[in-house]
């Protein structure tokens, strides 16, 4: 991977890849815009075979692996966000969402979910923590939190069925509690478990989590990917398209168009 320098101002941060000059954003009138591929990782020439390799292929599709021989890594990943907008549907109510945010440390297994909905022409923010074994709603970030003990599982499992969740639990996981089944070309799953509830990735092509899926009380909740981009130029894959159905109603149904690495982001214990 190539040498990066990170430069974090403010809440969001900004991240400047050495020697590439940042992208700007394309008009509206422009049409959609095509990002450039990953830095510093050509597409696989073969497919990887054995569980180890395919496990390996992941986290460097995502952009987990850095360094090369004796310095290769997947540990500098910790702190990533994205965010844009869609809506969310709730109880049957399907609400506008302006603004989307989700953030997350990789190494505290901590997570921020951030987002306004309109309902009734009023717009209504809500805000939803979890960090280790707790969880609690906030005002604003880091402002008035309220525990919520009742939500911490469900929290953790929604910070698992990230793309980044799941390669960084995977990668901490024993070995022996991953199932890796490769029956062909876009036919790759790995599934293991998280909080005693079994989670299973299905590939795409580029071995990125096009779906995760689990389920809970009877219900299966299934997260879809698609569009990665390489949103920020250091070489980290985030989903542009993101939905989620519970027991096969909408849920989520996100579009991101922003994404930064090594943002600050800090998660206060009320």
Not at 56 to 75: I, K, M
Not at 224 to 237: N, Q, S
Request: hydrophobic share 35%.
């Amino acid at each position: 991977m190539r040498t990066s320098i990170i430069v974090v101002l403010g809440a969001w941060g900004l991240v400047v890849p050495w020697g590439m000059p940042a992208a700007a954003a394309a008009p509206a009138s422009q049409g959609a815009w095509t990002s450039p591929p990953q830095a510093g990782r050509p597409p696989p020439k073969t497919r990887p075979s054995g569980d180890k390799a395919i496990i390996h292929t992941v986290a460097d599709a995502l952009g987990f692996v850095r360094g090369v021989g004796r310095t290769e890594t997947t540990d500098t990943l910790n702190r990533l966000q994205w965010g844009g907008s869609g809506s969310i549907t709730v109880d049957g109510t399907v609400y506008t969402v302006p603004h989307y945010r989700y953030t997350l440390s990789l190494h505290l297994k901590a997570a921020r979910e951030d987002y306004e909905r309109v309902t009734q022409g009023r717009t209504q923010r809500l805000i939803a923590v979890v960090a280790g074994s707790d969880a609690w709603d906030e005002r604003e970030p880091g402002v008035d939190g309220h525990l919520q003990p009742g939500s911490t599982r469900d929290r953790r499992l929604q910070f698992a069925r990230t793309p980044f969740g799941f390669v960084r639990l995977l990668l901490d996981a024993d070995p022996s509690n991953i199932k890796v089944s490769d029956r062909g070309p876009d036919k790759v799953s790995i599934s293991f478990p998280v909080d005693g509830v079994l989670m299973t990735a299905t590939l795409d092509p580029d071995y990125r989590p096009a779906s995760i899926s689990m389920e809970i009380g009877g219900k299966q909740i299934v997260d879809r990917y698609r569009d990665y981009r390489d949103l920020a130029e250091y070489g980290v894959m985030f989903p542009t398209r993101i939905t989620e159905t519970i027991a096969g109603r909408p849920h989520l149904d996100l579009s991101i168009d922003d994404a930064r690495v090594a943002s600050y982001a800090v998660f206060p214990k009320p």
